[in-house]
């Protein structure tokens, strides 16, 4: 006899697999400013294979020879490693194409064919008829599932495509389910669809080819990547293609750092799907995000949803005191979920709330009801509208905090300092050489210093003077570098004000910024480049300088 279940008990339904198929290895290379190393592709592959992505896309074997040295000696991954690559070229067979070969061969665990899907793309860029496009298509399909590899097919510029002439579009998406694909990827390849039209066009291929095989992959050219990505899972897709930080060409792809937290923690998605990111590894993609901006030497997006610097931070005061009541007051999920940490900024909207709260999250604790808060809160008002922005530089908010509350130890005095450009001119209008030579004289203990040094600019000539030589302090700073250098003038035309933002980071993984202002670019970063020293010595614990005798 049948067990009866337990009453009062409901079982819950099974969750659906949703697939994340990541192409920052190839799509990501594309973006302007954005080159790979061997090294780089294979430390973000162990990224992503470490946060739990299903599929990574490690770029096209015997295009370049990076990435055919990449697939040579390919990363050991949980992941499924995918080669990238087109289908058979016209006037080839599939047994006589070098490209078809290259991915066949690359020991990829699954190969990813790109094939046109719009019948004006296969007229104008591939000068083919539609039928030879087709196959080619299913010619390069079989070739690949008869050497046992798993196959995903690109319907490059398939919504355009399906816009223009649909019968088209599905009959590419159908030949290549029916030669065997294991994944019928519908790609926004101009990024120029829109939310609706995705829904409406992935239902009608999913009522012809299985939800369970079709994926998605959008660019961002109309800022709705994540939305067409979502909007296709609703209609029925089970995989999405993505990046890190929305890296790729033009506008980028579909930002996968965005699109797996809204998977895990929105209710719509969460309750229906599960993926391969566990809670414990989206804690750390805060972390991933930024690592990935460090090792392309790109300064993170500080809006970025969830990873962004600024994605929890609060500056208005009314606004800072009900996220201190209760912070779902103006967070729609908790930091903590995805790495990030709550920020209550320090500016002239500022209130007193705003600046108990980042004291308390830089160490400082302070009542509410302290006179020196009231004289803090007048000296930020006063600072910025002399052109200061202490929410972005919240090393040198402490630094003033401390010198206000009278906490600020004095670690050196700088006695002055020069710097020299040089560039030599060619005969032809051109120049030969360029340079510049800094000069520091600094006084620690009672004991002036003076170093030297030279940089491909006056900051970074003066950033490696200043750091030179500290005397007892050298050993605290040793492992800073600048790793981003920003300006804004205002208030002005040539005369005008300067603001400069540095920020520094050491091998600890710290980072912190700092801010100066002058009506000369060279003082105010100087200015940034001081606070900057003077905040990693207060943190390392270094003793202050013995009060000056006489």
Same mark, same amino acid.
């Given at each position: ?224 990547? $994540?939305?067409?990505? +979502?909007?296709?899972?609703? /209609? #029925?897709?089970?995989? =999405?293609?993505?990046? !890190?930080?929305? *890296? &790729? ?91 990030? $940490?709550?920020?209550? +900024?320090?500016?002239?909207? /500022? #209130?007193?709330?705003? =600046?108990?709260?980042? !004291?308390?999250? *830089? &160490? ?100 490696? /003077? ?85």
């Amino acid at each position: 006899m049948a067990k009866e279940p337990a009453k009062g008990r409901v079982k819950e339904p099974a969750k659906e697999r949703l697939t994340l198929y990541d192409t920052t290895l190839r799509d990501g290379a594309q973006t302007t400013g954005v080159d790979f190393s061997l090294d780089d592709k294979r430390q973000i592959a162990a990224m992503l294979d470490d946060l739990g992505i299903d599929y990574i896309e490690g770029g096209y074997p015997g295009a370049n020879p990076l990435d055919t040295e990449f697939f040579a000696h390919r990363p050991k991954l949980r992941a499924r490693l995918a080669a990238f690559g087109m289908t058979r070229r016209q006037g080839r067979s599939v047994d006589n194409d070098p490209g078809v070969a290259a991915l066949l061969d690359s020991g990829a665990d699954v190969v990813t064919f790109v094939a046109k899907s719009w019948d004006f793309q296969v007229r104008v860029a591939l000068r083919s008829t539609e039928e030879d496009n087709l196959e080619g298509l299913r010619q390069s399909v079989k070739a690949a599932v008869a050497r046992g590899k798993e196959v995903a097919v690109d319907c490059e510029h398939f919504f355009d495509g399906f816009k223009a002439n649909r019968d088209y579009a599905l009959a590419c998406a159908k030949a290549a389910h029916e030669a065997g694909a294991r994944w019928i990827v519908l790609c926004d390849t101009n990024g120029g669809a829109l939310p609706h039209e995705i829904e409406a066009i992935v239902a009608e291929v999913v009522r012809q080819i299985p939800g369970d095989r079709v994926g998605v992959h959008c660019h961002d050219d109309t800022g709705q990547a $994540v939305a067409n990505s +979502l909007a296709a899972l609703r /209609a #029925g897709a089970r995989q =999405i293609q993505g990046t !890190l930080n929305g *890296l &790729g060409e033009r506008c980028g792809n579909a930002n996968l750092t965005t699109i797996i937290p809204t998977l895990l923690l929105k209710s719509e998605f969460s309750e229906r799907f599960e993926i391969g990111v566990t809670q414990e590894k989206l804690a750390h993609l805060t972390r991933v995000s930024h690592a990935l901006d460090e090792l392309l030497n790109r300064a993170p997006n500080r809006h970025a949803p969830y990873v962004g610097a600024s994605a929890f931070a609060t500056k208005a005061g009314i606004h800072a005191s009900a996220v201190l009541t209760d912070p779902r007051t103006y967070e729609h999920v908790t930091p903590e979920s995805v790495g990030n $940490v709550r920020r209550v +900024l320090v500016s002239d909207q /500022a #209130g007193r709330s705003n =600046i108990v709260s980042e !004291l308390a999250r *830089l &160490g400082v604790v302070l009542n509410k009801d302290d006179p020196r808060l009231t004289r803090l809160l007048d000296e930020v008002k006063e600072k910025e509208a002399q052109g200061y922005a202490y929410e972005g530089a919240d090393a040198s908010f402490f630094l003033l905090a401390k010198r206000v509350l009278g906490e600020a130890p004095h670690f050196f005095d700088i006695e002055r300092y020069s710097v020299a450009v040089d560039r030599r001119f060619a005969r032809n209008g051109g120049f030969e050489d360029q340079g510049a030579e800094a000069i520091v004289k600094i006084n620690v203990h009672g004991e002036s210093r003076i170093s030297a040094a030279e940089g491909n600019g006056p900051v970074n000539a003066l950033d490696l /003077a200043l750091r030179k030589d500290l005397g007892a302090y050298q050993r605290f700073i040793e492992d800073v570098r600048l790793v981003d250098y920003r300006v804004r003038v205002f208030q002005g035309g040539t005369d005008a004000v300067t603001r400069v933002l540095v920020e520094c980071a050491d091998d600890e993984g710290a980072r912190w910024s700092t801010v100066g202002v002058s009506a000369n670019v060279i003082d105010a970063s100087f200015e940034a480049l001081v606070d900057a020293i003077n905040y990693k010595l207060l943190v390392s614990g270094a003793k202050p300088a013995p009060p000056a005798q006489g």
